[in-house]
């Protein structure tokens, strides 16, 4: 059967990532979380001192960009490929507040943005692939056969991110969830370098007052109609 690609953009914790791992696993199709990428390169830039809540060293972060080497090493268990930067898992790492903290600065970085899109259309270039971002549809993969932009009210969103830091044993308020959500949102949109937009052929799913079977249902449906 023909191989498509699959683009899901969107805000924060949209749900993408749920249904692209979906989406992989009915399909046969790997699945990047590019996400991932650039929490990687601010977990990175965390360890070196090139961030912090009040200052960006951006041209020590670029000058370190040789050494910062991303893979995807797919775990049969959990059923998805972990993120490894220069050769440790850093799954777990990633996924803190303190990573949602700096990531958004660290991914206004041109230099940054240009070394892992070309990782990742290297990675999609036989297609049968679905990947999530910000900028997949409008950047990465402009010719995307199928393009999705999802979208949900921040206060859905916070609740979502708040009851996944909770199962993980971190210690955050509500508060602080909904501040970074938002603040994600606004620096995600208001960037000079690929901001976050929907593309002009991309299909917006509102996924508010949907259930992930719902979307999941939903969206196969629109893959259906591709082949
Ligand atoms: O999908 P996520 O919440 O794990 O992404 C973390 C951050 O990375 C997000 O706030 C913005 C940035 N990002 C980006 O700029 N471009 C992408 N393609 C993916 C993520």
């Known amino acids: 059967m023909k191989k498509i690609t699959i683009a899901i953009d969107g805000f924060s914790s949209t749900g993408k990532s749920t249904l692209a791992k979906q989406l992989a696993a009915a399909l046969g199709y790997v699945y990047v979380d590019t996400g991932a990428m650039y929490r990687a390169v601010a977990y990175f830039a965390m360890q070196h001192n090139l961030v912090s809540e009040t200052h960006l060293d951006k041209l020590g972060l670029i000058a370190e960009l040789p050494n910062i080497n991303l893979r995807f090493q797919f775990n049969s268990t959990l059923g998805f490929a972990e993120i490894y930067l220069n050769n440790e898992n850093i799954e777990t790492q990633i996924r803190t507040i303190e990573v949602s903290r700096m990531v958004s600065k660290v991914?206004?970085?041109?230099e940054v943005r240009a070394k892992l899109v070309e990782q990742q259309q290297?990675?999609?270039?036989?297609?049968?692939?679905?990947?999530?971002?910000?900028?997949?549809?409008?950047?990465?993969?402009?010719?995307?056969?199928?393009?999705?932009?999802?979208?949900?009210?921040?206060?859905?969103?916070?609740?979502?991110?708040f009851d996944e830091l909770i199962a993980k044993g971190q210690h955050v308020t509500f508060e602080e969830v909904i501040h970074n959500v938002e603040e994600r949102d606004y620096i995600d949109t208001h960037r000079d370098d690929s901001p976050l937009v929907k593309a002009a052929d991309a299909i917006e799913i509102d996924n508010s007052a949907?259930?992930?079977?719902?979307?999941?249902?939903?969206?196969?449906?629109?893959v259906?109609?591709?082949f």
Do not use: C, H
């Not at 991914?107 to 041109?110: F, P, W």
């Not at 995307?144 to 609740?159: G, H, I, P, V, Y």
């Not at 949907?210 to 939903?218: A, G, H, I, P, Y």
């Open 107 to 110: 991914a206004e970085v041109s």
């Open 122 to 161: 290297a990675m999609g270039q036989d297609k049968g692939i679905v990947m999530d971002g910000r900028d997949i549809g409008t950047v990465v993969f402009p010719e995307a056969e199928l393009k999705l932009f999802m979208n949900a009210s921040s206060k859905t969103r916070a609740q979502r991110r």
């Open 210 to 222: 949907m259930s992930k079977t719902e979307q999941f249902e939903l969206v196969l449906k629109l």
């Open 224 to 226: 259906q109609e591709k």
